[in-house]
């Protein structure tokens, strides 16, 4: 038996040796065990060739296609050095892969393991984006094109309330390179085509380099503002300084202010590229006395001569380059003049419009005869008639003269003798056409909502060039909890709507020709429903607003039939299925329009019938509605005279006596109300009040007020909204920047980075399983940091190279919940972590109990129900994927006294 043992023992030991024998030798030839150095037999090594998209935010979940060849089934891809787990094989070409939310911004490589053998990697293959990302929608309203005329590949776009675009390329693609809000009144020298001149509120710019870089200049006008003064010609387009840089004379510019605005009156001339101005009046000031300038024109033979029209209907002409004027005439007794062009094939014709159109047919420009109207169009009332948008082709005579009127474009061969229309999209409304120089074919319009339209055959077919030219913000933004990755954006009186997809992404614009928006509502329980209200009409979407049901038109009071019924607010229940609300301006008297009728409706059946709410007599326009949270039947208005509230989901209201209007005078602007949440007060409803610069917050539903100041005078909140969070936060737009209130409004902050400093239009806000997204419009802007508040180019004298420009559009920031839980422990023992323990949403948070020497565990309670010993492993309890508020409580007691027992043997003989 012992020599079979000893056999055995030998025979282990001899394969031992022989097992370490191996993996020397291997080690020796560099190999390790499992590995090889070759793909396995008759397969080709994995190949990456392309990944798509390339990019993805790190708040969302993002699914790429990987195109390639050889990937197997098994294959297992990494991003840098993390394995993804949600990989699917399509074929040996093309693999799809989930990128989770949650990663740290950066570029990474991508690799594909079909074994640890065989593998592929691409380097620097995918970009992940830190929150606060941009969606940017494309177009907007254009109401001036500049072209360089010695570089007509060079092109300048203003965008109304957005800043300066620029091309470099014929139109074809579009860079932002100035931002001050209406930078308008472009003028280019034409013997310096490096130098433009523009305004933007408050004040004039100049550029020596095409754009790259401006500086501010100082101007001072002539004659003093008068307020009193009435004024016809303030009905213009044009809404400031307006800038016309000589022709042939290097760094001389002229500059007049439009509209009478507050900087005076008069005309001023600059020598040396803005830096020193003389007044250039003399003439202006004699008989009749008209120093409103709207508009100048050079002769296009002899640029000494200058021609001026007013804001009284008086043409001025200078043959000394402005040095002094004499009166021309008052062509056909207009009330006021906006624009004056020359006929540049026939010069003794000059063209002027104001509340009229008109030419003169004399060489001294003192005979007129009316430009006849194209017959059929719809030209609204005399009294509000404005032909102040036509332009003169500078190529083959007789040359075309465009025409703009209400949106539609006319031209004609004939000095206007004849029109025809010009169509390039049946929703669009012009605003500005320009011709390429040298090339009549070539031709651009500015469109009042899409952007740039560019014709290569003179007019005959359009072509959208809107690449980079991202001035469309929406001035509403809507969100259902049905489905968080479609946004819903709106601007006022557009013929549709703007959608974002994929959390505002990309973005799509939905065209119907009957609506013109004003505001606009997203289901909280259809995930592609969506209401549009235009003009005393409410229309619903149940495809994304793909195609709309006129729902209804409402039935106004006699009162109100004849006045103008404005949509300014929809809301929708946010627990009540079906239930909605909207609020009204009846715009009765065009004069005192903020003060004007104002009205609720409410529909109990998903928008097919609207019925008028009783309301007391005397109520002004309704700004803002909101629905409670904790209480379903109550809502809440907000008007130019008031806060209102309904205990009936808005069939009747009641002004608040004790609403802060009382004591502080003047509209609620916005109304937020905090969402549910787990634990404290009572919901806060916080009204905004845009008149005296506070908010003011209220713990018991509007029955009380107290007052809270902004953080800075100039703030001037826009729209107050809280996150679906527990804890939440308060957040505020504002003209400044995007503002957060941790504590109901007692203390603000600016958001981290730049969008914490420009202007923000439109908020909306909405709660995704364990977190909740914020989308924030703006126009963008500059971002420059101080102490005390926004810089801006008029009011730090000029930008600075610690300026950002942000771009406009739609960002996204995604905000996890955080949660508490609060663990306690009784005595004889302890829990670890304890007291309040905070855990972001959707992860897992366990606890330790440990009982003391003597003493075990009693119970453990989490929210008051035992869960011990069953769901307690080891003294460790976890909740698992943390959604809520949550408390944990463990207590402990002695273990029992262990009886002693002594066996006595029994011996039994």
């Known amino acids: 038996m012992k020599h079979k043992g000893f056999v055995a023992i030998a025979v282990c030991l001899i394969a031992v040796a022989t097992v370490i024998s191996v993996i020397g030798v291997e080690d020796a030839m560099g190999f390790e065990m499992g590995q090889t150095a070759l793909a396995a037999p008759g397969r080709a090594l994995p190949e990456i060739t392309s990944v798509e998209p390339d990019r993805a935010l790190n708040d969302v979940n993002t699914t790429i296609t990987i195109s390639g060849s050889n990937f197997i089934e098994a294959a297992i891809v990494y991003l840098g050095e993390t394995k993804l787990e949600d990989v699917t094989w399509e ?187 003389l007044p250039v009046i003399d003439g202006l000031l004699d008989d009749p006395i008209d120093p409103f300038i709207n508009d100048l024109a050079f002769h296009p033979d002899d640029p000494e001569i200058i021609v001026v029209g007013t804001g009284l209907g008086n043409l001025f002409i200078s043959n000394n380059r402005g040095e002094s004027w004499e009166f021309l005439s008052r062509p056909i007794d207009m009330a006021y003049i906006c624009k004056i062009e020359f006929n540049p094939f026939d010069p003794d014709e000059l063209w002027i419009g104001g509340d009229k159109l008109a030419k003169s047919i004399n060489g001294s420009y003192t005979a007129w005869e009316e430009v006849d109207l194209p017959p059929d169009h719809p030209y609204g009332p005399e009294e509000t008639r404005i032909f102040d948008r036509f332009f003169i082709s500078p190529h083959e005579e007789p040359g075309w003269v465009y025409w703009h009127l209400i949106g539609s474009l006319y031209r004609s061969n004939d000095r206007g003798d004849t029109w025809e229309i010009i169509t390039w999209n049946e929703l669009s409304h012009s605003s500005i056409i320009v011709e390429s120089p040298g090339n009549a074919d070539v031709v651009y319009l500015g469109d009042r909502f899409f952007g740039i339209y560019k014709s290569v055959d003179g007019g005959v077919t359009w072509e959208t060039k809107n690449q980079g030219l991202t001035a469309t913000v929406p001035e509403y933004l809507r969100v259902s909890p049905a489905d968080p990755s479609l946004v819903y954006g709106s601007v006022h009186h557009t013929s549709g709507i703007f959608r974002g997809l994929k959390y505002a992404t990309s973005w799509d614009f939905l065209l119907h020709a009957d609506i013109h928006i004003q505001t606009m509502e997203a289901d909280p329980f259809v995930p592609e429903r969506v209401f549009a209200a235009g003009f005393d009409t409410i229309y619903r979407s149940d495809d994304g607003g793909e195609t709309w049901i006129a729902t209804v038109e409402l039935d106004l009071p006699e009162e109100h039939k004849d006045c103008v019924s404005l949509f300014l607010v929809l809301r929708a229940h946010p627990k009540l299925k079906d239930t909605l609300l909207a609020g009204l301006m009846h715009l009765c008297d065009r004069d005192n329009w903020d003060y004007s009728d104002g009205s609720i409706y409410y529909s109990n059946d998903g928008g097919q019938s609207w019925v008028l709410a009783d309301t007391p007599g ?180 000029g930008l600075r190279e610690s300026t950002t420009l942000v771009h406009p559009g739609v960002y996204r920031y995604t905000q996890t919940a955080v949660y508490t839980i609060l663990a306690t422990a009784g005595d004889n023992g302890s829990i670890k972590p304890s007291g309040e323990v905070t855990v972001d949403g959707g992860e897992d948070q366990s606890f330790t109990i440990t009982a003391e020497n003597g003493y075990q565990i009693a119970d453990v309670k989490v929210d008051g129900v035992s869960v011990y010993p069953d769901d307690v492993e080891g003294g460790v309890y976890t909740f698992n994927e943390v959604q809520e508020n949550h408390t944990i409580y463990a207590s402990f007691e002695a273990i029992p006294e262990q009886v002693e027992r002594y066996f006595i043997p029994l011996i039994l003989n």
């Open 91 to 277: 074929d040996e070409h093309t693999l799809t892969v989930v990128i989770p939310s949650g990663w740290d911004a950066g570029v990474y490589d991508l690799k594909v393991e079909n074994t640890p053998e065989e593998v592929a990697v691409l380097d620097g293959a995918f970009e992940v984006i830190d929150v606060w990302t941009a969606g940017t929608i494309e177009g907007g309203r254009i109401d001036e094109i500049v072209i360089n005329p010695q570089d007509p590949n060079t092109l300048y776009a203003s965008a109304y309330g957005i800043g300066l675009y620029r091309s470099r390329d014929a139109g074809e693609s579009w860079q932002f390179i100035l931002a001050d809000g209406y930078a308008e009144a472009v003028s280019i020298s034409p013997v310096e085509p490096n130098h433009l001149y523009l305004f933007a509120p408050w004040q004039l710019f100049h550029s020596a380099d095409e754009g790259d870089n401006w500086a501010p200049l100082e101007t001072q006008f002539p004659v003093p503002f008068n307020p009193s003064a009435e004024v016809p010609g303030w009905r213009c387009a044009s809404s400031g300084l307006s800038p016309y840089a000589h022709p042939e004379i290097k760094g001389t510019v002229f500059v007049s202010v439009s509209n009478h605005g507050h900087f005076g009156s008069g005309l001023i001339k600059s020598k040396n590229y803005g830096l020193d101005w």
């Open 618 to 797: 005397g109520m002004q326009v309704v700004w803002d509605l909101a629905f409670d949270t904790l209480d379903g039947t109550i809502a809440y208005a907000g008007t130019t005279d008031g806060f209102y509230r309904s205990e009936d989901t808005g069939k009747t209201w009641v002004r608040m006596e004790g609403e802060p209007g009382y004591v502080y005078p003047g509209r609620v602007h916005s109304i937020a109300v905090e969402p549910d949440r787990n634990s404290g007060k009572e919901p806060h409803i916080v009204v905004m009040d845009g008149s005296i610069g506070a908010i003011m917050v209220s713990s018991n539903q509007g029955e009380d007020w107290d007052v809270l100041f902004y953080p800075s005078p100039n703030d001037n909140f826009e729209q107050l909204i809280f996150t679906p969070t527990d804890p939440q936060t308060l957040y505020a737009a504002s003209r400044t920047g995007l503002r957060y209130s941790p504590d109901y409004g007692e203390t603000w902050f600016r958001v981290p980075g730049d969008l914490g400093y420009v202007l923000i239009r439109a908020l909306a806000t909405v709660k995704e399983e364990d977190r909740a997204i914020l989308y924030v419009a703006t126009p963008g802007g500059y971002a420059a940091r101080t102490d005390t508040d926004v810089m801006s180019p008029v009011s730090v004298g």
